[in-house]
């Protein structure tokens, strides 16, 4: 079998599962069927690392491939760890994730190889540079395929996607399996240069090189990137029912990201032309590492964002006597929240800690339709119910455990609190909002904590 009969082969069987992967999901999809959706996301992704694999095995071998997929494999916890750790408290399905990191592993790596490779062999039969396709092709049909993960997302299920935090963590997501799938095949390349020109020994200093200066340094520049895409993605999920304003936001900042990833790509194949290597170098300090930090900094602003938002959508449901004072400003910051767990931990242990987390992610859940409600996006009042019923649920683990806190209700405007006397009385609210914590009604059915 010929090398051209063997690609064809290769890319035939992979067109196949892709195709077949794309059947199924849509089925899926149309029929709510979450296996027949997860098996066909499967195959689809099956079908992209078949691409991907036979390129680098037919192009650096099978033991370079091992190398190569190892080394990737380092730098990967930290880069998934971050976007999951920065969308930990919103209530996101661990499938959505997951597809978001294998779409830009598997599919968009596989679609931008191909179409990468083409124009790199037209540029050369037209006595080109071919490393001009690193500076024209790629930023265009990168960052076109790994926004195409989180777009679908949005479009079949929007509820999982509301705002910016949420496009960063799955455009973060997209880029870093990018970032991964393309690790493997740098490093696959840098060990078989080293091995060919000396030993293995001289393979494996290249790929710890390689680790280091890609793994390290610049392991964030794919999901930042995507995260200019992101932010156009986050911005059109604000403003529903507005198709042309939506379309501009994500058009236009897709746009930025592909001209950011040109200069990234086009200051190492210009330093290369000009024999000046110095220039990516000067580059990154000047211009990228500061454009990263803003970036984090714009995330954890966002992240801090959400618990703000929670603190505005909750607010009408003190007046209502259904939230109280104290409670609503626990929610206010990420550092308040950890400090109610500290507190609920302290008086009534681990269960007293897990109904306050309990309690904290259902008042978000509850927050959150609130806020769709807000902007005209479609809410679920069954979702509602349930926060309410999940809040009501863990004040009665952790509300009465401080032996010290007198029993009270918020009514909207005063305090309840049973005196030791046992006399119940009318206390008003202090001007900052401070213990006691009120006592909910029971839940309409048990939660257990363990």
Not at 64 to 81: S, W
Not at 382 to 388: G, K, N
Not at 421 to 448: C, H, I, K, S, W
Request: proline letters at 6%.
């Amino acid at each position: 079998m010929t090398l051209t009969t063997t690609a064809q082969a290769i890319l035939g069987a992979a067109a196949i599962l892709a195709l077949g992967g794309i059947a199924l999901a849509w089925v899926g999809l149309a029929r709510k069927a979450t296996g027949v959706l997860i098996a066909g996301t499967s195959l689809l992704f099956a079908g992209g690392a078949t691409v991907l694999a036979w390129a680098i095995v037919e192009g650096a071998g099978a033991e370079a491939f091992a190398v190569g997929l190892a080394a990737a494999i380092l730098p990967a916890p930290v880069l998934v760890g971050t976007f999951l750790w920065l969308g930990r408290y919103r209530r996101r399905p661990w499938l959505v994730l997951a597809f978001c990191f294998g779409w830009g592993a598997c599919v968009a790596t596989a679609i931008s190889l191909i179409v990468n490779t083409g124009a790199s062999i037209l540029l050369d039969k037209n006595d080109l540079d071919p490393n001009l396709a690193a500076v024209f092709s790629a930023p265009v049909i990168e960052e076109i395929t790994k926004l195409l993960g989180p777009l679908l997302v949005y479009w079949v299920a929007r509820r999982h996607l509301t705002g910016t935090l949420d496009a960063i963590v799955y455009c973060g997501l997209a880029g870093a399996g990018f970032a991964v799938a393309e690790n493997v095949l740098y490093a696959s390349g840098a060990y078989l240069n080293g091995a060919e020109n000396l030993d293995a020994a001289a393979g494996i200093a290249q790929v710890t090189i390689l680790v280091a200066v890609r793994g390290l340094a610049t392991m964030f520049a794919h999901p930042l990137m995507t995260g200019l895409s992101a932010i156009g993605l986050g911005k059109a999920a604000r403003k529903p029912g507005r198709k042309g304003l939506q379309t501009v936001w994500i058009i236009g900042m897709l746009l930025c990201g592909m001209g950011l990833h040109a200069l990234w790509n086009g200051s190492s194949v210009l330093g290369v032309n000009l024999d000046m290597p110095a220039l990516w170098f000067a580059l990154y300090p000047a211009f990228l590492a500061p454009l990263f930090f803003t970036m984090v900094g714009a995330a954890l602003w966002l992240r801090a964002a959400d618990a703000r938002r929670s603190q505005a959508a909750l607010a009408p449901m003190v007046a209502a006597g259904q939230v109280s004072p104290p409670e609503l400003a626990s929610l206010a910051t990420f550092s308040r929240r950890a400090a109610a767990r500290a507190w609920a931990y302290r008086h009534a242990g681990k269960p007293g800690e897990a109904a306050m987390r309990d309690f904290q992610r259902a008042a978000s859940d509850l927050a959150e339709q609130y806020d769709l409600a807000s902007i005209g996006r479609p809410w679920d009042d069954r979702r509602i119910e349930h926060a309410v019923h999940r809040m009501n649920a863990a004040r009665t683990v952790y509300a009465r455990a401080d032996r010290y806190m007198p029993p009270a209700l918020w009514d909207g405007r005063q305090y309840h609190i049973t005196f030791p006397d046992g006399q119940m009385r009318a206390v008003e609210a202090p001007p900052q909002p401070v213990m006691p914590l009120p006592v909910a009604p029971p839940p309409a059915y048990p939660v257990t904590y363990a």
